[in-house]
């Protein structure tokens, strides 16, 4: 009996110790940034979008590499969309001249 509640002390302090440490790296991921493409280069049809779906169209300017390696699972293989990057922008266009894709704006 005694022996089981030195190891159930042990164990609830593991447990405690373990969840000390998680909090400094949840605050760090809060605070993590990221490059983003400029918001004058979004099409009006985006720029009246929603703040996320505006953000995440900078996001896609900025970091192609990115999100061509994230598959999108939304179903628009089926529109000829290879990756989550084209669900933003259409392969056509270039750094300097991007050709937006409407998909992720709804």
Same mark, same amino acid.
Request: proline share 7%; net charge negative.
């Given at each position: 009996?005694?022996?089981?509640?030195?190891?159930?002390?042990?164990?609830?302090?593991?447990?405690?110790?373990?969840?000390?440490?998680? !909090?400094? &790296? +949840?605050?760090?991921?809060?605070? #993590?940034?990221? %490059?983003?493409?400029?918001? /004058?280069?979004? *099409?009006?049809?985006?720029?009246?979008?929603? !703040?996320? &779906? +505006?953000?995440?169209?900078?996001? #896609?300017?900025? %970091?192609?590499?990115?999100? /061509?390696?994230? *598959?999108?699972?939304?179903?628009?293989?089926?529109?000829?969309?290879?990756?989550?990057?084209?669900?933003?922008?259409?392969?056509?266009?270039?750094?300097?001249?991007?050709?937006?894709?409407?998909?992720?704006?709804?």
């Amino acid at each position: 009996m005694q022996r089981t509640a030195i190891l159930a002390i042990l164990l609830v302090t593991l447990v405690v110790a373990a969840c000390g440490t998680a !909090a400094p &790296v +949840q605050q760090d991921l809060h605070e #993590a940034s990221y %490059n983003l493409g400029p918001a /004058s280069a979004l *099409p009006a049809e985006v720029r009246q979008a929603p !703040a996320g &779906v +505006q953000e995440a169209y900078r996001f #896609a300017l900025a %970091n192609r590499e990115v999100l /061509s390696k994230i *598959p999108c699972y939304c179903g628009c293989g089926s529109v000829g969309h290879m990756d989550n990057w084209m669900c933003y922008l259409r392969p056509e266009g270039t750094t300097d001249q991007p050709v937006f894709d409407y998909h992720a704006v709804g």
